[in-house]
């Protein structure tokens, strides 16, 4: 992994019954949304689903250019959050409640 890359894990919750749509969502993610997420820096992105809890667990490679606070307020990551917040826990904006995770171990 490049050297000005870093590692960024978190988890979401899912409402529960909503596990399908979650992934047809994905699956139809909009390009736009990719290409921002991109050029955003995000290189590497995965999210993975307990189905048992609900728990969504994301992780992330961001570059040195990643700013959270830029993608957070641009238009269509906010349309993007708009559209999800009925299928999983949101903060009062619409955004995901995401819960940092601590890495405590990585085999490179």
């Given amino acids: 992994m490049e050297n000005n890359t870093i590692r960024n894990a978190f988890t979401m919750q899912l409402k529960s ?5 979650y992934k047809t969502r ?3 993610i909009w390009p736009e949304l990719l290409q921002l997420l991109s050029e955003s ?7 993975f689903l307990d189905e048992e809890s609900g728990i969504l667990f ?5 570059n040195a250019a990643f700013d959270r606070s830029k993608l957070s307020c641009h238009p269509l990551m906010r349309k993007w959050w708009n559209y999800m917040s009925d299928i999983m826990d949101a903060n009062p904006d619409n955004s995901p409640k995401t819960k940092a995770l601590t890495e405590v171990f990585y085999l490179d």
């Avoid at 019954?17 to 749509?21: D, H, L, R, S, T």
């Avoid at 994301?58 to 961001?62: A, M």
């Fill in 58 to 62: 994301g992780v992330q490679k961001l």
């Fill in 17 to 21: 019954g909503f596990e399908a749509e």
């Fill in 26 to 28: 994905h699956d139809q």
């Fill in 41 to 47: 820096g995000i290189q590497d992105y995965s999210i």
